[in-house]
Nanobody, 120 residues
């Protein structure tokens, strides 16, 4: 079983920055990709960014240029640098890991979510 532990959320003024971290731990596993998703009140959970083991990234088009995802494979940790934050970025941010299990389809694991609030 894989556990994801997030940190870095909080309250920030518009135009400010935050850096989220998510560390994966557990028994023997191989993580194919990690990423960040977010969900604002009354809205569906949406993609923020993902990053594969080799470093290939995928961003939501609306966030490209302000948010940057990175990964430390040795630490099984993914980061999300958020710059020029806007009030509409306010949401619960969730860490995701896609885990390869031999002989089975990949499995998705999720963190508990961390609140990011951007004040105007």
């Amino acid at each position: 079983q894989v556990q994801l532990v997030e940190s870095g959320g909080g309250l920030v003024q518009a135009g400010g920055s935050l850096r989220l971290s998510c560390a994966a731990s557990g028994r023997k596993f191989s993580i194919n990709a990690m990423g960040w998703y977010r969900q604002a009140p009354g809205e569906q959970r949406e993609l923020v960014a993902t990053i594969a083991t080799g470093g290939t990234t995928n961003y939501a088009d609306s966030l490209k240029g302000r948010f940057t995802i990175s990964r430390d494979n040795a630490k099984n940790t993914v980061y999300l640098q958020m710059n020029s934050l806007k009030p509409e970025d306010t949401a619960v941010y969730y860490c995701n890991a896609v885990v390869a299990v031999p002989g089975f389809p990949t499995r998705d694991y999720w963190g508990q979510g961390t609140q990011v609030t951007v004040s105007s």
